[in-house]
Protein backbone atom coordinates (compact mmCIF):
# COMPACT_ATOMS: atom_id res chain seq x y z
CA UNK A 1 0.00 0.00 0.00
CA UNK A 2 0.56 3.41 -0.64
CA UNK A 3 2.46 5.60 2.18
CA UNK A 4 0.00 8.28 3.24
CA UNK A 5 2.46 10.48 4.50
CA UNK A 6 6.50 11.22 3.59
CA UNK A 7 9.40 12.77 5.00
CA UNK A 8 11.32 15.55 3.25
CA UNK A 9 14.34 17.53 4.11
CA UNK A 10 13.65 21.04 3.92
CA UNK A 11 15.56 24.56 4.72
CA UNK A 12 13.53 26.61 7.82
CA UNK A 13 13.79 30.16 7.93
CA UNK A 14 12.52 31.46 11.38
CA UNK A 15 13.26 35.00 12.23
CA UNK A 16 15.89 35.33 9.47
CA UNK A 17 17.58 32.40 10.70
CA UNK A 18 17.94 29.00 8.47
CA UNK A 19 17.85 25.63 9.64
CA UNK A 20 17.46 22.03 8.20
CA UNK A 21 15.12 20.16 9.39
CA UNK A 22 12.99 16.97 7.92
CA UNK A 23 9.54 17.56 7.00
CA UNK A 24 6.19 15.86 7.24
CA UNK A 25 4.31 15.85 3.69
CA UNK A 26 0.73 14.70 3.00
CA UNK A 27 1.46 12.07 0.16
CA UNK A 28 0.39 12.26 -3.78
CA UNK A 29 0.10 9.31 -5.93
CA UNK A 30 -1.57 8.50 -9.55
CA UNK A 31 -4.31 6.34 -9.16
CA UNK A 32 -5.80 4.30 -12.24
CA UNK A 33 -9.52 3.34 -11.97
CA UNK A 34 -10.22 0.84 -14.69
CA UNK A 35 -13.94 -1.06 -15.26
CA UNK A 36 -14.15 -4.71 -15.86
CA UNK A 37 -10.42 -4.43 -17.06
CA UNK A 38 -10.40 -1.55 -19.26
CA UNK A 39 -8.82 1.89 -18.05
CA UNK A 40 -11.15 4.62 -17.17
CA UNK A 41 -9.51 7.40 -15.64
CA UNK A 42 -6.49 8.65 -13.88
CA UNK A 43 -6.48 10.53 -10.55
CA UNK A 44 -3.88 12.62 -8.16
CA UNK A 45 -5.07 11.06 -4.47
CA UNK A 46 -3.52 10.41 -0.90
CA UNK A 47 -3.26 6.67 -0.89
CA UNK A 48 -5.57 5.12 1.47
CA UNK A 49 -8.89 3.91 1.07
CA UNK A 50 -8.81 3.50 -2.60
CA UNK A 51 -11.76 1.07 -3.13
CA UNK A 52 -13.69 3.50 -1.46
CA UNK A 53 -12.53 6.32 -4.04
CA UNK A 54 -12.72 4.00 -6.88
CA UNK A 55 -16.64 3.18 -5.60
CA UNK A 56 -17.10 6.98 -4.51
CA UNK A 57 -16.10 7.93 -8.04
CA UNK A 58 -18.22 5.70 -9.98
CA UNK A 59 -21.33 6.43 -7.76
CA UNK A 60 -20.75 10.60 -7.95
CA UNK A 61 -20.76 9.80 -12.04
CA UNK A 62 -23.53 8.09 -11.80
CA UNK A 63 -22.21 4.65 -13.06
CA UNK A 64 -23.25 2.08 -9.75
CA UNK A 65 -25.81 3.33 -7.56
CA UNK A 66 -25.87 0.39 -5.02
CA UNK A 67 -23.37 -2.42 -3.77
CA UNK A 68 -25.25 -4.99 -5.65
CA UNK A 69 -24.67 -3.23 -8.66
CA UNK A 70 -20.42 -3.64 -7.67
CA UNK A 71 -19.33 -7.48 -7.85
CA UNK A 72 -15.88 -6.52 -6.65
CA UNK A 73 -13.14 -4.22 -6.40
CA UNK A 74 -8.83 -5.73 -6.50
CA UNK A 75 -5.72 -3.89 -7.03
CA UNK A 76 -3.64 -4.58 -10.35
CA UNK A 77 -1.00 -7.07 -10.23
CA UNK A 78 1.85 -6.73 -12.71
CA UNK A 79 1.02 -3.31 -13.07
CA UNK A 80 4.47 -2.14 -13.52
CA UNK A 81 7.03 -3.88 -16.45
CA UNK A 82 8.57 -6.40 -14.09
CA UNK A 83 5.46 -7.30 -12.93
CA UNK A 84 5.29 -5.51 -9.19
CA UNK A 85 1.93 -4.45 -7.72
CA UNK A 86 2.51 -0.71 -7.29
CA UNK A 87 -0.97 -0.73 -5.41
CA UNK A 88 -2.25 2.31 -7.82
CA UNK A 89 -4.18 0.27 -10.09
CA UNK A 90 -7.82 -0.71 -9.07
CA UNK A 91 -9.87 -2.31 -11.19
CA UNK A 92 -14.04 -2.14 -10.72
CA UNK A 93 -16.23 -5.61 -11.52
CA UNK A 94 -19.63 -4.38 -13.18
CA UNK A 95 -22.99 -6.68 -12.36
CA UNK A 96 -24.77 -8.19 -15.25
CA UNK A 97 -26.84 -5.50 -16.22
CA UNK A 98 -24.79 -2.57 -15.49
CA UNK A 99 -24.14 -0.06 -17.79
CA UNK A 100 -20.16 -0.09 -18.38
CA UNK A 101 -18.74 3.85 -19.28
CA UNK A 102 -18.91 4.95 -22.48
CA UNK A 103 -16.53 3.77 -25.52
CA UNK A 104 -14.29 6.54 -24.71
CA UNK A 105 -11.81 5.83 -22.32
CA UNK A 106 -10.86 9.34 -21.51
CA UNK A 107 -12.88 10.70 -18.53
CA UNK A 108 -14.97 12.91 -20.61
CA UNK A 109 -17.97 12.71 -18.59
CA UNK A 110 -20.46 15.64 -17.51
CA UNK A 111 -19.17 15.19 -14.09
CA UNK A 112 -15.86 17.76 -14.01
CA UNK A 113 -16.13 21.78 -13.57
CA UNK A 114 -13.69 22.05 -16.26
CA UNK A 115 -14.69 19.83 -19.45
CA UNK A 116 -16.27 22.82 -20.94
CA UNK A 117 -19.64 22.35 -20.67
CA UNK A 118 -22.09 25.40 -20.64
CA UNK A 119 -24.10 25.67 -17.30
CA UNK A 120 -27.33 24.49 -18.44
CA UNK A 121 -25.91 21.03 -20.15
CA UNK A 122 -23.91 20.79 -16.63
CA UNK A 123 -26.94 20.76 -15.22
CA UNK A 124 -29.44 18.74 -17.11
CA UNK A 125 -26.70 15.81 -16.93
CA UNK A 126 -26.73 15.71 -13.79
CA UNK A 127 -30.53 16.05 -13.49
CA UNK A 128 -31.41 13.32 -15.97
CA UNK A 129 -28.52 10.89 -13.91
CA UNK A 130 -29.97 11.53 -10.26
CA UNK A 131 -32.00 8.57 -9.22
CA UNK A 132 -33.30 9.86 -6.10
CA UNK A 133 -34.49 13.01 -5.45
CA UNK A 134 -32.69 15.17 -2.54
CA UNK A 135 -35.76 17.77 -2.79
CA UNK A 136 -38.39 15.35 -0.91
CA UNK A 137 -35.80 14.85 1.86
CA UNK A 138 -37.05 15.78 5.30
CA UNK A 139 -34.02 16.66 6.98
CA UNK A 140 -34.25 19.65 9.12
CA UNK A 141 -31.63 21.31 11.31
CA UNK A 142 -30.83 24.56 13.30
CA UNK A 143 -28.14 26.86 12.62
CA UNK A 144 -26.46 25.48 16.12
CA UNK A 145 -25.69 22.05 14.98
CA UNK A 146 -24.52 23.26 11.74
CA UNK A 147 -22.00 25.53 13.29
CA UNK A 148 -20.36 22.65 15.33
CA UNK A 149 -19.69 20.57 11.87
CA UNK A 150 -16.03 22.51 11.55
CA UNK A 151 -14.46 21.50 14.68
CA UNK A 152 -16.14 17.74 14.77
CA UNK A 153 -14.54 17.65 10.69
CA UNK A 154 -11.24 19.31 11.84
CA UNK A 155 -10.86 17.10 15.28
CA UNK A 156 -11.12 13.79 13.38
CA UNK A 157 -8.49 14.53 11.08
CA UNK A 158 -5.32 12.46 12.22
CA UNK A 159 -2.85 12.96 9.07
CA UNK A 160 -3.47 17.00 8.59
CA UNK A 161 -2.21 17.59 12.28
CA UNK A 162 1.04 15.94 10.85
CA UNK A 163 1.32 17.66 7.54
CA UNK A 164 -1.08 20.62 7.34
CA UNK A 165 -1.90 19.76 3.98
CA UNK A 166 -5.11 17.16 3.33
CA UNK A 167 -8.65 18.42 2.83
CA UNK A 168 -11.73 16.41 4.46
CA UNK A 169 -15.05 15.15 3.76
CA UNK A 170 -17.38 14.16 6.60
CA UNK A 171 -20.64 12.99 6.84
CA UNK A 172 -23.18 13.58 9.46
CA UNK A 173 -26.57 12.76 10.97
CA UNK A 174 -29.11 15.78 11.37
CA UNK A 175 -28.04 15.18 15.01
CA UNK A 176 -24.25 15.96 14.21
CA UNK A 177 -22.77 12.14 14.79
CA UNK A 178 -19.78 11.61 12.67
CA UNK A 179 -20.48 8.82 10.24
CA UNK A 180 -17.46 8.49 7.93
CA UNK A 181 -14.41 10.76 7.51
CA UNK A 182 -12.02 10.77 5.02
CA UNK A 183 -8.87 13.05 3.95
CA UNK A 184 -7.17 13.29 0.60
CA UNK A 185 -4.70 16.16 -1.10
CA UNK A 186 -8.43 16.36 -3.45
CA UNK A 187 -11.74 17.63 -1.21
CA UNK A 188 -13.28 15.50 -4.23
CA UNK A 189 -11.40 12.28 -3.42
CA UNK A 190 -11.91 13.12 -0.09
CA UNK A 191 -16.14 13.08 -1.14
CA UNK A 192 -15.59 10.28 -3.45
CA UNK A 193 -13.87 8.11 -0.32
CA UNK A 194 -16.83 9.30 1.86
CA UNK A 195 -19.59 7.87 -0.95
CA UNK A 196 -18.12 5.28 -1.67
CA UNK A 197 -17.87 3.77 1.96
CA UNK A 198 -21.45 4.28 1.99
CA UNK A 199 -22.29 2.74 -1.66
CA UNK A 200 -19.96 -0.17 -0.10
CA UNK A 201 -21.71 -0.59 3.24
CA UNK A 202 -25.37 -0.68 0.80
CA UNK A 203 -26.44 3.05 2.63
CA UNK A 204 -27.26 5.22 -0.61
CA UNK A 205 -29.42 7.10 -0.85
CA UNK A 206 -28.11 9.06 1.99
CA UNK A 207 -30.95 10.63 3.48
CA UNK A 208 -31.12 12.53 6.49
CA UNK A 209 -27.85 13.37 5.99
CA UNK A 210 -24.92 16.47 6.10
CA UNK A 211 -21.84 16.51 4.20
CA UNK A 212 -19.25 18.99 5.32
CA UNK A 213 -16.28 19.04 3.51
CA UNK A 214 -12.95 21.47 4.00
CA UNK A 215 -12.27 24.27 1.58
CA UNK A 216 -14.95 25.44 -1.14
CA UNK A 217 -17.63 24.48 -2.47
CA UNK A 218 -17.76 23.58 -5.90
CA UNK A 219 -20.15 21.94 -8.77
CA UNK A 220 -18.29 18.74 -8.76
CA UNK A 221 -19.11 18.60 -4.81
CA UNK A 222 -22.53 19.77 -4.98
CA UNK A 223 -23.65 16.98 -7.91
CA UNK A 224 -21.28 13.98 -5.98
CA UNK A 225 -24.14 15.35 -3.15
CA UNK A 226 -26.89 15.37 -5.16
CA UNK A 227 -26.03 11.62 -6.86
CA UNK A 228 -25.77 10.21 -3.43
CA UNK A 229 -28.74 11.32 -2.11
CA UNK A 230 -27.41 14.18 0.53
CA UNK A 231 -29.31 16.75 1.32
CA UNK A 232 -27.13 19.40 2.56
CA UNK A 233 -23.78 20.02 1.80
CA UNK A 234 -21.83 22.41 3.89
CA UNK A 235 -18.40 24.18 3.43
CA UNK A 236 -15.67 26.60 5.34
CA UNK A 237 -15.04 28.34 2.02
CA UNK A 238 -17.40 29.81 -1.08
CA UNK A 239 -19.25 27.95 -3.42
CA UNK A 240 -19.42 28.55 -7.27
CA UNK A 241 -21.94 30.01 -8.97
CA UNK A 242 -22.68 26.56 -11.05
CA UNK A 243 -23.14 25.20 -7.46
CA UNK A 244 -25.67 27.58 -6.26
CA UNK A 245 -27.15 27.04 -9.55
CA UNK A 246 -27.43 23.09 -9.01
CA UNK A 247 -28.34 23.15 -5.39
CA UNK A 248 -31.29 25.30 -6.21
CA UNK A 249 -32.65 23.11 -9.21
CA UNK A 250 -31.87 20.05 -7.26
CA UNK A 251 -33.22 21.01 -3.85
CA UNK A 252 -30.14 20.86 -1.82
CA UNK A 253 -29.04 22.92 1.24
CA UNK A 254 -25.96 24.24 -0.12
CA UNK A 255 -24.06 26.17 2.90
CA UNK A 256 -20.95 28.36 2.39
CA UNK A 257 -18.48 30.23 4.55
CA UNK A 258 -19.53 28.25 7.61
CA UNK A 259 -16.89 29.43 10.34
CA UNK A 260 -17.99 29.65 14.12
CA UNK A 261 -21.73 30.75 14.41
CA UNK A 262 -21.41 32.85 10.91
CA UNK A 263 -22.38 31.43 8.30
CA UNK A 264 -24.33 32.11 4.55
CA UNK A 265 -27.17 29.82 3.17
CA UNK A 266 -27.09 29.97 -0.66
CA UNK A 267 -29.71 27.53 -1.72
CA UNK A 268 -32.46 25.54 0.91
CA UNK A 269 -32.85 27.92 3.35
CA UNK A 270 -35.90 26.00 4.53
CA UNK A 271 -34.06 23.27 5.98
CA UNK A 272 -33.20 25.71 8.52
CA UNK A 273 -34.75 26.02 11.93
CA UNK A 274 -35.50 27.71 13.33
CA UNK A 275 -36.48 29.76 9.96
CA UNK A 276 -33.90 32.47 8.95
CA UNK A 277 -35.39 36.36 9.04
CA UNK A 278 -35.07 38.09 5.34
Not at 126 to 144: H, I, K, N, Y
Amino acid sequence: MGRVTVRRRVLRIRDGVPSARPDTLAAEEPMEIRVGGRPLTVTMRTPGDDFDHAAGFLAGEGVVHAAGEVTGIRYCAGATADGRNTYNVVDVGLAPGVAVPGASLERNFYTTSSCGLCGKASLDAVRMATRWSVAEDALRVGPELLASLPGKLRAAQKVFDSTGGLHAAGLFTADGELLCMREDVGRHNAVDKVVGHALRSDLLPLRGTLLMVSGRASFELVQKAVLAGIPLLAAVSAPSSLAVDLAAESGLTLVGFLRGTSMNVYAGAERLQPQPVG
